[in-house]
T-cell receptor
């Protein structure tokens, strides 16, 4: 069974600090996605990484896909209160089905 | 406006009373899916559908049924709800023409349905 493990589970930081969230698996993924979920809403896609070693930037957010395509990271520079939310990584399984799996999530709180 | 809608948003029911949560999308997406979200467990896929009349089990299908008679609708049915099905449920859709392993299309999520089974 493919699993996605995220760390840390919870993160509370001051505005302006940097942080990194990790998404790890023992299995290879063809692609990984990062979503952000705010209270009372469904997850919203931030980015999809496809190629091993790929780095994508979305304003102050930097996403990296591991060379072996087994892990990914999300780095936020100079965090702001608006970054507060639940960050989820997700990817399609490689079992020949149409299943998707999600990581357990990282709950981020940025204090003003 | 492109969207996924779910109804109801909140539901409190009792053990054994059959219920249906509806899901509809207006983006002509082939792929639709149901997830449940529980604290510390992330989102877990219940069922998914690749297209009309084609559905398959996700990781936690026990106690749930689905149907896909029309492309836009994908209802989730709980024939005999139990307290361990108390959860936050999300429906999602994406355009996806091939095997998931080759696809990285964005999933659009509904606003969620908070279900409590007493």
């Amino acid at each position: 069974t493919q699993l996605l493990e995220q760390s840390p589970q919870f993160l509370s930081i001051q505005e302006g600090e940097n942080l990194t969230v990790y998404c790890n698996s023992s299995s290879v993924f063809s692609s990984l996605q990062w979503y952000r979920q705010e209270p009372g809403e469904g997850p919203v896609l931030l980015v999809t990484v496809v190629t091993g070693g790929e780095v994508k930037k979305l304003k102050r957010l930097t996403f990296q896909f591991g060379d072996a395509r087994k892990d990914s990271s999300l780095h936020i520079t100079a965090a702001q209160p608006g970054d507060t939310g639940l960050y989820l990584c997700a990817g399609p399984t490689t079992s020949g089905t149409y299943k998707y799996i999600f990581g357990t999530g990282t709950r981020l709180k940025v204090l003003a | 406006e492109a969207q996924v809608t779910q109804n109801p948003r909140y539901l409190i029911t009792v053990t054994g009373k059959k219920l249906t949560v509806t899901c509809s999308q207006n983006m002509n997406h082939e792929y639709m899916s149901w997830y449940r979200q529980d604290p510390g467990l992330g989102l877990r896929q219940i069922y998914y559908s690749m297209n009309v009349e084609v559905t398959d089990k996700g990781d936690v299908p026990e106690g749930y049924k689905v149907s896909r008679k029309e492309k836009r609708n994908f209802p989730l049915i709980l024939e005999s709800p139990s307290p361990n099905q108390t959860s936050l449920y999300f429906c999602a859709s994406s355009s996806q023409g091939g095997l998931a392993v080759y696809s990285y299309n964005e999933q659009f999520f509904g606003p969620g349905t908070r279900l409590t089974v007493l």
